[in-house]
């Protein structure tokens, strides 16, 4: 399945569940009417920005906009069926680790270019969000609000999803790592 595809389906039955209107999920993210409706028809490729601000008002994880909806999920993601995508502004690239089955953890993998950087502004979240990234190649410099931190490989951060947290490669090689988000509370 096309990416986009993907990312349009789990917006739009998130809204849906959630009862949100167009108008509704645009005033509470930030993000325009016009562009949630571009984003839901898979007629958009979004940034990592416009889709953390959408995560974010719909109460998930930006990972949680990659999982595909099954009817039976299965506990094995094989690598070959794991949703890849590429932010069109900043060109890292996510691949989503975790199975479709429910759980409160998620596990995502990143490519990140060299000399790039992507900004979150998420403003609204009702869930609480745990992050852990583990740095396997490069470097990277992360900030969580007033909190900076450079991470060179095996180093691990730990920290709470919150508004204006920055990721930017300042080296001249890709930055791999691993990243772990555990959403609380958490109900099956």
């Known amino acids: 399945m096309d990416i986009n595809q993907l990312i349009a389906r789990r917006v739009l039955a998130l809204r849906n569940a959630r009862g949100l209107s167009l108008a509704a999920l645009a005033e509470r993210s930030g993000v325009s009417r016009s562009n949630i409706s571009l984003i839901e028809r898979g007629e958009s490729s979004a940034t990592a920005t416009v889709l953390d601000k959408l995560a974010g008002a719909l109460g998930v994880t930006l990972a949680s906009l990659f999982e595909a909806d099954s009817a039976a999920p299965s506990p094995l993601s ?5 949703p890849v995508w590429t932010d069109p502004a900043s060109g890292y690239t996510r691949r989503q680790l975790s199975p479709a ?3 409160p953890l998620q596990l995502v993998e990143v490519e990140f270019p060299p000399g790039r950087r992507v900004a979150y502004e998420q403003t609204h979240n009702d ?26 490989p ?3 951060l730990a920290f709470r999803e919150g508004p204006n947290i920055t990721y930017e490669n300042k080296g001249k090689q890709p930055a791999r790592y691993l990243v772990s988000l555990v959403t609380l509370p958490f109900a099956l």
């Not at 094989?78 to 794991?82: A, L, S």
Request: glycine share 8%.
């Open 78 to 82: 094989p690598r070959e069926t794991q």
């Open 101 to 103: 089955v429910r759980s």
């Open 127 to 152: 869930a609480e969000i745990y992050q852990q990234l583990w740095m396997l190649e490069g470097e990277i410099d992360v900030s969580a609000g007033e909190q900076r931190w450079r991470l060179k």
């Open 154 to 156: 095996g180093d691990c």
